[in-house]
């Protein structure tokens, strides 16, 4: 089990970064014996891509506070994992391997010194999450949920409740309750029929809910109440903030009745109040919803705007009569006029995302690949592309006017571009034409070189617009950037255009965290030895000779290496000094619920915003969705980079305000708190805003509800007179005038974490003390791409050993023979047929005959699949590469919005 | 949409458990149709390719990141299939099973993966010394696939690569599971086994591998 490792190695490679992991793959593909290891649990270090439970998890640990326990470990997720721990070590036997370590010293030989690394990494700093969903609704119901997962969460609550055994039965008649009506929604019946029955419905769950309150007592029927409550989280809080709400909520609605009666009553009043809702065209569902929401104990306008919000859960229910009622509500909205409106606003809760933890894969570092940049190249020459699979880039997109604007990129976008003028496009297309061979004609920008780059734009008499796009989304430059680097930039755009598609960037399938995987992947294959948790507690270096013998790991162990590979945060301090001032990345990840440009397909978006400070670099938008692998169905995921002051909130906090509808966050005890409660006023309240202003002209009268609209009038038809439901919603309306701009069609920010990343590639010096066979390499950097990393790698390797070659091809799958050959020294063999591939390969042949047949040329109209394995390699190589593009789309139909976003190939 | 080009694969399988076990041996002796008593740990072999009627399947094997509890979540991304492997003498690999790799499995692979228990080595044990029970196995993998439905015989088979004893019934039974083929597709994969166990690659003979054709009674399961 604890296995040592073994003791002797070419080189220790230490970190799983990016950088670190080329170069083992590379060591280990020429027959070095590496060993690489990294401190964290997971590959990557701050490259890494999470779901959202490890993601918790990760924040957790960067801000200093106890890890929460893993889903996995909680009952709910665990029908079938109830007794898995994630940590593959116990405590115990931590504890054993404690007592037998020696210490560091005692290892030591003589004439070696120790010097300390660093165990700690300090490169994560102002970790902020923000969340803007409440913590759970009363009632998950939306379409989606597919019967296991409801099943789900009732075994949960019969696995959470040990002391409540009669109450499972309650919950589990109301799941059932809420299933039927979900059928009725396909059948989409008249309103009134299915008011009817649901009606028929609440009854039943009414009288059964009686008759438990007859054995249970009311107090017994106020913790039901608390249990039906789906939960993820720590039962009790939800439980006490709940139930101090039903006391305050029936104290003030009804007078002094007993809760558990209440309840009863209220319910009973519904009726009454359904049928006439039902006579309002306008707003059946929302005015059903009312009537749930005054079935409830609670009775009071807070729910009632608070439900509103999600027009289909109607979440503001607390006990199971008022969770009937919800069903009712449901039900309700699947009449024609209502369904796509249900389907759209389930609520996102907390819950509901963590439900679907591991449909994430959030990025720290976001990185985009050029399609002729140099990892590309890379993964294709080294034939590791196969590991992975990538998604063409769909759409660059840029914010002109204050309206959200696709940059068009190729030939065929420029002609098709309606924001473009006749006169633009020959201007623009002479440009382009100009930038792929700018080093042909110095004469052009002569005089421009160092100046910047806007000024050269100017020059040139390209339009406003051009200008715009050119410098903010092609180039990706701030307007002070020097013509000659700027034009490289747009060179190196323009160039990887249409080599897998319609855009110059590719985007890895579940994240680019997984890049440095396959290359750790390959190291393995060639024998490198792979171990998490683990990481040189100090350095063992031969005094004489000031040589690195060896590395004392955190287990301590001794491990002799020729070579010490380290990433910059594992560096001894002495060997690399911190700089004083470093840059930093601001970052920002999202979770929003839909994307920013309303598309039929699903886009994978790019968009560069300046931020109008001279001197700063733009903020870097990446949106990714499901088709990635980045979320689950109806969310997106949004990555905001920018090189910043060093406070990624405030960098990026006035960039997401523009884009996305953002509520104020309630705080910690108010989103725990169910509906009703004053925190969760202004964010349901301006959800409801939002949503308002979707579902179509307020029918009523009073003058808040212009904005606020259904949020108000439904507030209004269901407030006990006087009640507080106007001003919730009122105030739902202010918060979105506030801003000075309607919400209307911005996505939601449901989720959003804030963090900085201190850039290590910045101002990287290796100090004279350092042991020349101790290699430091850096960590991410701020830039879109890494190209920074794989230069980095090769570099070093270069220096380790010069005279071999870099990663050169690997064997396909069936070139691999296995064999009776006498002698089976893998490396050999595998130089022998990796040689032998490659000259097939340079003969034009792909490596394997099934190889062929992806090089059949795509439909002119189509772009190319995102096939990188057997990309063009070598036959469109960079010389003509991008004006190849530029001529060969003369022939494309202008249709490219449905060109079809393409994977790449296998395995 | 890509799913019909050629060396896309179709389905991915991959293999887990502790170090040792008999994975590598168990892909090989299902691939080659032998055993390979070399005592190196997996090296150079990443994944395979293997054709299943029109289908492509690929069987990853773990190359050895598995030995210091490093698996990485790329291994297990996009798997609808995951072979856990134990070995029937030693009880502890079993027990690592639920422990160390099911986790890696829930949270990486497909959702709703399938997931097959293997007792490795059961040309090793006899009744009376055997470490895990067969109803300790199969227990588990009624348990790990809850949507198994109770007529069906469990996914659990015990394997010998030695032997080859329920090796190709246990790809195939995973194969036959996500892919089912036809009739005529079966006999061409039929005949197209036998002649990669004459080592035919690329159209050209490999002199130096031995004829195995004669180990192939052994495991004519299906």
Not at chain 1, 56 to 70: D, F, Q
Not at chain 1, 476 to 481: H, L, P
Not at chain 1, 484 to 512: C, D, H, I, K, V
Request: aromatic share 6%.
């Amino acid at each position: 089990m604890a296995d040592n490792l073994p003791t002797e190695f070419d080189a220790i490679v230490v970190g799983t970064g990016m950088t670190e992991c080329i170069l083992a793959a590379a060591l280990a593909r020429i027959g070095k014996n590496v060993l690489h290891i990294d401190r964290n649990d997971h590959y990557g270090g701050d490259w890494a891509s999470f779901n959202m439970d490890s993601m918790r998890r990760w924040i957790a640990n960067h801000r200093g506070e106890e890890c929460p326990p893993s889903v996995m470990e909680i009952p709910e997720y665990s029908s079938l994992l109830h007794y898995l721990s994630i940590n593959p070590k116990t405590e115990n036997e931590e504890a054993a391997e404690e007592k037998e370590k020696p210490s560091p010293a005692s290892l030591l030989l003589e004439g070696e010194l120790l010097v300390e690394a660093r165990m700690e990494s300090s490169t994560i700093t102002n970790v902020v999450e923000k969340i803007f969903v409440r913590e759970k609704s009363e009632v998950e119901v939306s379409k989606e949920p597919s019967e296991s997962e409801q099943q789900g969460t009732a075994d949960t609550q019969q696995s959470t409740e040990t002391e409540q055994k009669g109450v499972t039965n309650a919950q589990q008649t109301t799941a059932s309750a809420s299933k039927t009506h979900t059928n009725e929604d396909e059948q989409e019946p008249s309103v009134e029929s299915v008011i009817a029955e649901a009606l028929a419905c609440t009854e039943e769950e009414m009288k059964e809910e009686k008759e438990e309150e007859d054995e249970n007592k009311s107090e017994s029927a106020m913790d039901e109440a608390i249990m039906c409550t789906p939960s993820y989280d720590t039962v009790p809080t939800g439980a006490d903030a709940q139930d101090t709400h039903i006391m305050n909520s029936t104290s003030e609605t009804l007078e002094p009745q007993p809760t558990a009666d209440a309840d009863a009553r209220v319910g009973t009043e519904e009726k009454p109040a359904t049928e006439p809702s039902s006579q309002s065209p306008l707003c059946d569902a929302q005015s059903v919803d009312d009537d749930s929401e005054s079935t409830a104990p609670v009775a009071d306008a807070d729910a009632g705007a608070i439900t509103d919000a999600d027009t289909k859960s109607a979440a503001g229910s607390i006990t199971d009569t008022a969770e009937a009622a919800a069903a009712v509500a449901n039900a309700a909205a699947s009449s024609p006029a209502q369904a796509d409106a249900a389907a759209a606003a389930a609520e996102w809760t907390m819950e509901r995302i963590m439900k679907r933890w591991r449909r994430f894969n959030l990025d720290l570092e976001p990185k985009l690949l050029f399609s002729r940049g140099s990892l590309v190249e890379l993964l294709v020459s080294s034939n590791i592309a196969r590991y992975a699979e990538f998604k063409i880039l769909t759409q660059v997109l840029t914010l002109l006017d204050g309206r959200l604007e696709r940059v068009p990129c190729s030939r065929a976008d420029v002609f098709s571009s309606k924001k473009v003028s006749v006169i633009e496009k020959r201007m623009l297309m002479k440009f382009i034409q100009f930038c792929l061979g700018y080093e042909n004609t110095p004469a052009e920008y002569a005089g421009f070189e160092d100046r910047p780059f806007s000024e050269f734009l100017m020059s040139r008499k390209l339009t406003p617009n051009l200008r715009h796009f050119v410098l903010h989304s092609i180039a990706m430059v701030t307007e002070d950037c020097p013509t000659e680097r700027a034009l490289g930039e747009t060179r190196r755009f323009l160039q990887s255009l249409g080599r897998f598609g319609n855009s110059p960037f590719l985007w890895p399938m579940y994240g680019s965290g997984e890049l440095p995987q396959c290359f750790c992947r390959l190291c393995a294959v060639f024998g490198g030895i792979y171990c998490l948790r683990r990481m040189p507690q100090c350095v063992v270096i031969d005094a004489a000779s000031n040589r690195c013998k060896a590395i004392v790991c955190n287990e301590n162990q001794r491990i002799s290496c020729d070579w010490l590979i380290m990433e910059a945060s594992y560096a001894p301090e002495q060997y690399v000094p911190r700089p004083e001032t470093r840059r930093s990345i601001s970052r920002a990840i999202l979770i929003t619920d839909g994307a920013l440009l309303k598309e039929k397909q699903e886009q994978l978006t790019l968009m560069s915003l300046p931020v109008g400070m001279p001197g700063r670099s733009p903020v870097r938008l990446l949106e990714l969705g499901p088709s990635t692998m980045a979320c689950p169905r109806d969310l997106r995921i949004v990555h905001l980079t920018c090189v910043g002051g060093g406070d990624a909130q405030l960098d990026l906090a006035p960039t997401i305000d523009r884009l996305f509808a953002v509520a104020e966050p309630p705080s910690e005890a108010e989103r725990a708190a169910p509906p009703g409660e004053s925190g969760e006023r202004e964010t349901i309240g301006g959800a409801a805003a939002t949503e308002a202003e979707r579902a179509g002209p307020p029918g009523g009268s009073d003058e808040q509800e212009t904005t606020g609209g259904v949020a108000a009038m439904e507030a209004e038809l269901l407030a006990p007179p006087g009640g507080s439901g106007e001003r919730e919603a009122a105030s739902g309306a202010v918060a979105a005038e506030d801003r000075g701009e309607t919400d209307d069609g911005k996505p939601k920010l449901l989720w959003s974490l804030f963090f900085n990343c201190q850039d290590t590639t910045d101002e990287l010096a290796v100090s004279e003390d350092c042991p020349d066979n101790v290699v430091v390499c850096g960590g991410p950097d701020w830039t879109l791409d890494f190209e920074h990393s794989v230069q980095e790698a090769k570099d070093l390797f270069r220096r380790i050993c010069p005279d071999e070659e870099f990663l050169p091809r690997a064997p396909d799958p069936d070139e691999i023979v296995f064999g009776d050959y006498e002698n089976p020294a893998p490396t050999d063999g595998f130089r022998e047929l990796a040689t032998d591939a490659e000259s097939r390969n340079n003969n034009g042949g792909g490596p394997t005959p099934a190889a062929d047949d992806d090089r059949t040329p795509a439909p002119a109209a189509v772009a190319p699949p995102v096939d990188v394995t057997h990309g063009e390699m070598g036959t469109h190589q960079p010389d003509n590469g991008g004006g190849g593009f530029y001529e060969q789309e003369s022939a494309v139909a202008k249709d490219n919005s449905s060109r079809p976003s393409t994977e790449e190939e296998q395995d | 949409m890509q799913a019909e080009r050629k060396n896309k694969a179709n389905l991915k399988v991959i293999i887990l458990g502790e170090f040792n076990v008999g994975k590598t041996s168990l892909i090989k002796r299902y691939k080659e149709g032998k055993f390979d008593p070399q005592e190196e740990p997996t090296i150079g072999a990443s994944f395979y390719l293997k054709r299943w009627g029109p289908h492509n399947v690929a069987i990853w094997d773990t190359a050895g990141q598995e030995r210091f509890m490093s698996l990485s979540a790329l291994y297990c991304r996009g798997t609808k299939a995951a072979i856990l492997a134990f070995d029937i003498s030693q009880k502890d690999t079993f027990n690592q099973l639920e422990k160390r790799f099911l986790p890696l499995v829930n949270s990486h692979t497909e959702e709703n993966c399938l997931i097959v228990i293997v007792g490795c080595k059961v040309d090793a044990v006899l009744e009376s010394n055997r470490q895990v029970h067969r109803e300790t196995a199969i227990a588990l993998a009624r348990e790990l696939n809850p949507t198994w439905k109770p007529e069906k015989p469990p996914p659990y088979y015990e394997t010998s690569s030695i032997t080859g004893e329920n090796v190709n019934a246990l790809f195939e039974f995973i194969f036959e599971y996500f892919l089912p083929l036809s009739e005529s597709e079966k006999n061409q994969y039929n005949q197209m086994n036998k002649r990669t166990k004459h080592s035919v690659r690329d159209g050209t003979v490999d002199l130096q591998s031995k004829s195995v054709s004669t180990k192939r009674k052994c495991c004519s399961l299906l």
